[in-house]
C-alpha cells in the first residue's frame, strides 16, 4: 500500500494547468472597474512542494508569524533564499518532467476587500500577468486551479466567489515545475509572483477577445481598419470619421505606423457592457522579394536583445523603469527589441507602439540545457509536451496581437527542433498570418520567414549576404536577420562598426540584436554587484549574466555610446571636394526635416566658432554635398571640423538640441612634435642628471621628471584581461586571455643588459621576457633632452616565436596620488580601443581619475583614451609621436586583475599611468568573434616617442 499520496501532481504535470480561462488580448484600461491586488502579502516559504497542507488557503487561517513581501517581487530577492543563475544547464537533474524533491514552494496569501463602488451585476476575472514557475490558487477557500509559463498571463473566473469583504486569496508557487525545463533562460532563476496581480470586474456584454487589423497600402496611402471581436459592438476613431461594427472593414487615408514616425490613432472599441480604449497603428508588414518589409520598404534592425532588469527587483519591473529603457534606446538609436527569452511586461509594448521600437515578441520558451545529452529527450520533440507549447503560443499571440510595433513572432530561444516547435509555427501562422516568425534554431527554415543567426563572424555574414552560404533552397531566398550578435559583456563589443558596414552594404542582410541590453547585476552590501556564484549556488555561470549596454544601475556603458554612434541614422562625413561633408539620410522611413544641423571648428581641440548648417531635408537612401564655413586661421595648429545632427524640436523621447548624429574631419594635420636634444647627461654618483630630469645612474631609471617624482617606468605588455579576451571555453579558436596567461604575459622580467651615456642620449638596454619562455621583446629606452623638455624613445624588437598578440604596447609608470587628481588632455573623449573608436570624439577633455574608471561589474581593462596627443597629470605634460592610448587608475594592471568585485579595488598611494603606443582589439569572443585579424596587435618591431615637459610651456 502507498503511504504517500502527493498533493503537489501537477508540479511535474506536462500540461499547461487547469481552469484557467483561453488567453485573449489584453488592454491597458476600460470604463469597467477594476482593484490592483499588488502590494504586501504574507508569506511562508517550505523547502519542499508538499510541506504543508492547502488549509492556509481557507479563511481564518492564522498568518501571524508569516513573513511580509511586496508583490510582484521574488521572494529570494526580498531576504527568504537565494537566487541562481546559470546560463544554460539546469541547477536540478535532467529527469524531465520530473523535479527534485527540494523544491522551493512560497505560500501566499492576501486579503482584500471589494470598493464600495464595486459593482453587483455581472462577472470577475482574477488575473496573474507573471508568476515562476508554477502556480495554484484559491479563493476564500475554494480551488481556482493551477498554470505554467512564467512569463505569460493567466486568468480566473472568479465572480461567483467574490465576497463585499474579507476576500482571501491564497497562491501556492513552487520554484521547480515541469514547466521549468520550458524555461532555460540564461538568468537568474527567481521563484514568485513578480508581475501584476489584477481583480477586473466583466459586465454584462462587457469585451472578450479581440483582434485590431489596421493594415497600410504604401502606394495608395489608405489604412484599412477591420477589429474582430468575440462580442459585437462598434468601432469608432474620431480623428479618422471611423464609425463601424465590429468585424466591418473600413478604409480611409492615414498616416501610416513605423518605428521612426510611430503615429497612433486613439479608438474607442464599444459593447453593450464595455468600453476599451483603442491606439491603432496602420501598417503592413510583408515578406517579399527576399526581404522583410514594412509598408512596402525594407528594414534594417538595429536591435538590442532585451531582459527585463532591475538590481533590486529582479523581473519586477515598474512603469518608470520600462520607460527609463524605451528612452535610453530612443537617445541611442536603438530601433527595435527582440524580446528574449518571454513576452515582456506588456506596458513595455505599450511603450514600444507609443514611443516607436521595431519588436520581435519571443515565446517563453528555452530548452537549451538539453544541449547537453545531444537534444534526447527534448520536450519540443515530445509530443506530449505539444499541448504545453502550443498554449504558450497563444498565450503570447493573444495577448500582444493587437501592439503595432509587434512586427514578428519568435517560437523561443535555443530549443533545438522538434515537432512541437512546426505545431507552434503552424498555429501561428494560422491564427496571424500578417507576420512573419522567426526562430533562430530552424536552420533549414521548414518552420520559419527569416534565416536567423547567432554570432556568426564578419566573414561568414558577407558570403551569407553574397549568397555563398549553402543551405536549402528555401533558406536562400530568406533574408538574414541576426538574433544575436556582438556580446556586450564586459569591455565591449567589438566590431560593430564592421558589422554595421556588412549590414548596410548588402541588401539580404537585414540588420540584427546586439546581446544584451542590461547586465543582471544583483544589489549586494559587500560586492557592489553580485554574479553568479556569489549566493553559493551549486552550479552557476559567473558573471556571464552580466553583458548588457547598461550597468545594473542603467548607466549606459561606453558599449551603448560606440553601439549608438555605429547606428545612427545619419552618416557624417568629408565630401568629394576640400571644404564640404557628406550628409547622407539613414532612416528607412524619415527625411530629415525633423533636424537641424550644427558645424563647427576646433584648432588643436579648442573650440573656434560654431555656425547653422544648411542640410536639404533629404529622403531616405539620398546624399547631399554640403559647404562648411571656412576654416578659422590655424596659426600653425591642428584643425578639425564637427558637424552635429540635432533635433530641430521637442519629440516624446528626447528634447530639442539632442545629438542624434555627428561626424568630424581634419583640414589641417598635426604638426610633428618637436625634437627635444641638445642637453647632454651628466653622471653625479648614482644619478644621472638631463635637462629636467634625474635618473637611477645604475638602471637608468627616471627618478624625478620636472621635480615629478616618477617610479617604475618600464615596458607594459598586461592588461587585466576582459571578459572577451578570456573567450568562451566552447571556442575552439584562439582565446588571447588564457594564452597571454599560459605564455606568462603576466609576470614579464626585465633584464637590464646596459645603461649607456654617450652623446646627448641617455640610453637604457633590456630585454623583457617571461620566465620559462624563449619569447622575448628586445627593448631599448633613449632619453633626450633639449634643457627643458625630456623626450623618450622605446625601440621594441620581437625575440623568439611570438604564437599569440600581445595584449597591449607601451610604457607605465607611477606617479604620486596625492598630486595627481586632474587630468586633462587633447584626444578621444571616452573609453576605446582599436575595434571599438567609433564613438571617441576629438577634442580637449578634463577629468579626475576617478572618472577615467569604468565600473564593469567584473573588473577588467577599462578605461584607455585613445589618439591621444598630448595628456596633462601630475604636474606633467606629455606628448606622443605617433598618436597613443593613455589610461590612468588608481591601483595596477595586475590588482585590476586578481579583482572579482569593484569593492576588491582600493586605490592606493600611487595612480598608474599606462601610455600604449597600441592596443589589442576587444572581439566579442565572451559568447561571439574575437577581433578581426586586423585589430590583432601582434609582435613586430615598432619605434614610439613621448615627450614629458612642465605644463603650460
Given at each position: 500500500?502507498?503511504l504517500?499520496?502527493p498533493?503537489d ?6 500540461a499547461?494547468g ?5 488567453p485573449?488580448?489584453?488592454y491597458a ?7 490592483s491586488?499588488?502590494?504586501r502579502?504574507r ?8 510541506a504543508?497542507?492547502?488549509?492556509f488557503?481557507?479563511?481564518?487561517h ?13 521572494w529570494?530577492?526580498q531576504?527568504?533564499g ?12 535532467v529527469?524531465?518532467p520530473?523535479v ?9 496569501l ?8 464595486w ?11 507573471g ?32 465576497r ?7 497562491v ?10 520550458l524555461?532555460?533562460q ?33 502606394v495608395?496611402?489608405a ?29 480611409v487615408?492615414?498616416?501610416?505606423w ?12 464599444a459593447?453593450a457592457?464595455?468600453r ?7 501598417r503592413?508588414?510583408a515578406?517579399e ?5 514594412v ?20 523581473r ?5 523603469t ?20 518571454y513576452?515582456?511586461?506588456p506596458a ?12 520581435i515578441d519571443?515565446?517563453d520558451?528555452e530548452?537549451?540545457?538539453f ?7 527534448n520536450p ?6 505539444t ?39 503552424d ?11 522567426h ?21 561568414e ?13 528555401r ?5 538574414l ?13 567589438g ?16 540588420g ?9 547585476g544583483?544589489?549586494h552590501?559587500?560586492?557592489?554587484y ?19 549596454l ?12 560606440e ?5 545612427e541614422?545619419?552618416?557624417i562625413g ?8 557628406r550628409?547622407t ?5 524619415a527625411?530629415?526635416?525633423h533636424l ?8 588643436d ?6 555656425h547653422r ?7 531616405p537612401?539620398?546624399?547631399a ?7 578659422p ?12 545632427a ?10 530639442r538640441g ?10 589641417v ?10 642637453a647632454?647627461?651628466?653622471v ?14 645604475r638602471t637608468?631609471a ?11 617606468l ?12 578570456h573567450?568562451?571555453h ?5 582565446r588571447?586571455?588564457p ?11 626585465h633584464?637590464?643588459?646596459a ?7 641617455l ?5 623583457v621576457a617571461?620566465a ?12 633626450t ?12 624588437v ?16 607611477g606617479?604620486?596620488?596625492a ?14 580601443y582599436?575595434?571599438t573608436q567609433?564613438?571617441s570624439?576629438?577634442g ?21 583614451r ?7 597629470l601630475?604636474?606633467?605634460?606629455i606628448?606622443g ?10 591601483w ?7 579583482a ?11 595612480v ?10 576587444i ?17 613586430e ?13
Open positions: 500500500m502507498s504517500r499520496t498533493a501532481g501537477h508540479v511535474e504535470d506536462v499547461p487547469r481552469g484557467t480561462l483561453p485573449r488580448a489584453r484600461s476600460s470604463d469597467a472597474a477594476s482593484l491586488l499588488n502590494g502579502w508569506l511562508r516559504v517550505s523547502a519542499t512542494a508538499d504543508e497542507d492547502d488549509a488557503a481557507r479563511p481564518g492564522d498568518t501571524g508569524d508569516w513573513a511580509e513581501v511586496t508583490v510582484p517581487g521574488h529570494v530577492l531576504g527568504h537565494a537566487p541562481i543563475y546559470t546560463n544554460h544547464l539546469y541547477p536540478f537533474p529527469d524531465p520530473h527534485p524533491t527540494e523544491n522551493p514552494t512560497g505560500d501566499h492576501r486579503h482584500f476587500d471589494l470598493p464600495g463602488d459593482p453587483d451585476a455581472g462577472d470577475a476575472v482574477l488575473r496573474f500577468d508568476v515562476e514557475s508554477c502556480a495554484r490558487v484559491w479563493l476564500n477557500g475554494t480551488e481556482l486551479g493551477d498554470f505554467k509559463g512564467s512569463r505569460l498571463p493567466h486568468e480566473f473566473a472568479v465572480g461567483h466567489l467574490l463585499p469583504a474579507g476576500n482571501v486569496l491564497a501556492r508557487v513552487h520554484q521547480w515545475s515541469a514547466g521549468s525545463y524555461e532555460d540564461d538568468q537568474w532563476w527567481l521563484p514568485g509572483i513578480f508581475r501584476d496581480v489584477t481583480l477586473l470586474h466583466r459586465p454584462p456584454g462587457s469585451v472578450g477577445d479581440f483582434f485590431v487589423h489596421a493594415s497600410y497600402d504604401h495608395t496611402g489604412g484599412t481598419l477591420r477589429v474582430d471581436s468575440d462580442v459585437p459592438g462598434r468601432v469608432t476613431v474620431p480623428e479618422l470619421g471611423v464609425d463601424v461594427a465590429t468585424g466591418e472593414p473600413v478604409t487615408p492615414v498616416a501610416p513605423t518605428a521612426e514616425t510611430p503615429r497612433l490613432y486613439d479608438g474607442v472599441l459593447t457592457g464595455e476599451v480604449p483603442l491606439r491603432i497603428g496602420f503592413t508588414v515578406l522579394d527576399g526581404l522583410i518589409k509598408n512596402g520598404t525594407p528594414l534594417l534592425f538595429k536591435g538590442v536583445n532585451r531582459h527585463e532588469w532591475h538590481p533590486r527587483h529582479g519586477a519591473l515598474d512603469l518608470d520600462m520607460r527609463e529603457d524605451v528612452l535610453l534606446m530612443k537617445r541611442h538609436n536603438i530601433n527595435a527589441v527582440r524580446t528574449s527569452h513576452p515582456p511586461h513595455f509594448l505599450d511603450l514600444c507602439d507609443e514611443y516607436g521600437l521595431w519588436v519571443e515565446c520558451l530548452t537549451h540545457g544541449v547537453e545529452q545531444d537534444w534526447r529527450d519540443v520533440d515530445d509530443a506530449r509536451w499541448p504545453a507549447l502550443l498554449d504558450r503560443a497563444a498565450r503570447m499571440v493573444e495577448r500582444d496581437k493587437n501592439h503595432p510595433s509587434v512586427v514578428m513572432w519568435s517560437l523561443g530561444n535555443e530549443a533545438g527542433t522538434g515537432r512541437g516547435l512546426t505545431a507552434m509555427a498555429w501561428i501562422h494560422d491564427r496571424d498570418p500578417a507576420r512573419p516568425v526562430y533562430e534554431g530552424d536552420l533549414d527554415c521548414r518552420d520559419t520567414d527569416v534565416y536567423s543567426r547567432m554570432y556568426p563572424p564578419h566573414a555574414v558577407e558570403r551569407i549576404a553574397r549568397g555563398l552560404d549553402g543551405g536549402t533552397r533558406r536562400r531566398r530568406l533574408p536577420i541576426l538574433c544575436e550578435y556582438a556580446h556586450a559583456m564586459g569591455n565591449g563589443p566590431g560593430l562598426a564592421d558589422y554595421q558596414e556588412l549590414f548596410e552594404t548588402y541588401d539580404r542582410l537585414q540584427g540584436f546586439v546581446w544584451e541590453w542590461i547586465d543582471h544583483i544589489e552590501p559587500e560586492l557592489g553580485a554574479y553568479g556564484g556569489d549566493f553559493g549556488e551549486e552550479l552557476h555561470d559567473g558573471n556571464f549574466v552580466c553583458d548588457g547598461l550597468f545594473p544601475d542603467r548607466t549606459p556603458s561606453p558599449g551603448l555610446t553601439y549608438g554612434k555605429v547606428i541614422p545619419v552618416r568629408p565630401g568629394g571636394t576640400d571644404g564640404t561633408v550628409v539620410n539613414r532612416y528607412d522611413f527625411d530629415l526635416s537641424e544641423f550644427e558645424a563647427s571648428h576646433q584648432i581641440g579648442r573650440p573656434a566658432g560654431t548648417l544648411t542640410v536639404p531635408p533629404l529622403g537612401g539620398e546624399s554635398e554640403v559647404k562648411l564655413p571656412p576654416a586661421d590655424d596659426e600653425g595648429g591642428e584643425v578639425q571640423w564637427t558637424v552635429r540635432l533635433l530641430a524640436g521637442d519629440l516624446s523621447w528626447a528634447g539632442h545629438t542624434v548624429a555627428w561626424g568630424q574631419g581634419t583640414v594635420r598635426r604638426a610633428p612634435v618637436a625634437a627635444a636634444a641638445g647632454r647627461p651628466a653625479d654618483g648614482d644619478t644621472v642628471t638631463l635637462g629636467p630630469a634625474v635618473f637611477d645612474a637608468g627616471p627618478r624625478t621628471v620636472a621635480g615629478v617624482r616618477v617610479r617604475d618600464r615596458l607594459d605588455v598586461w592588461r587585466a584581461p576582459t571578459d572577451n579576451d573567450g568562451a566552447w571556442q575552439s579558436d584562439v588571447c586571455g594564452h597571454w596567461r599560459e605564455l606568462g604575459l603576466h609576470r614579464m622580467r633584464r637590464l643588459d645603461v649607456e651615456t654617450d652623446g646627448e642620449a640610453t637604457v638596454r633590456t630585454r617571461p620559462g619562455r624563449e619569447a622575448g621583446l628586445r627593448t631599448v629606452y633613449r632619453w633632452s633639449d634643457g627643458e623638455r625630456l623626450r623618450l624613445t622605446v625601440s621594441v620581437p625575440e623568439g616565436d611570438w604564437t599569440v598578440p600581445l595584449p597591449r604596447l607601451g610604457v607605465r609608470f606617479l604620486d596620488a598630486s595627481t587628481d586632474a587630468v586633462s588632455w587633447f584626444g578621444g573623449g571616452g573609453e576605446a582599436p575595434d567609433a564613438a570624439l576629438l580637449r577633455w578634463e577629468a579626475g581619475v576617478a572618472e577615467l574608471q569604468t565600473p564593469y561589474v567584473r573588473p577588467q581593462e577599462n578605461g584607455a585613445a589618439d591621444v596627443r598630448w595628456v596633462e601630475g604636474g606633467l605634460r606628448e609621436e605617433p598618436e597613443f592610448w593613455f589610461s590612468a587608475r588608481p595596477t594592471n595586475e590588482q585590476l586583475d586578481a572579482r568585485h569593484r569593492t576588491d579595488l582600493t586605490p592606493g598611494d600611487t598608474w599611468v599606462n601610455l600604449d603606443h597600441r592596443q589589442h582589439g572581439g566579442s569572443q565572451s559568447c561571439g568573434p574575437g577581433p578581426l585579424p586586423r585589430y590583432f596587435l601582434w609582435p618591431p615598432a619605434e614610439f616617442s613621448f615627450v614629458f615637459s612642465v605644463p603650460g610651456d
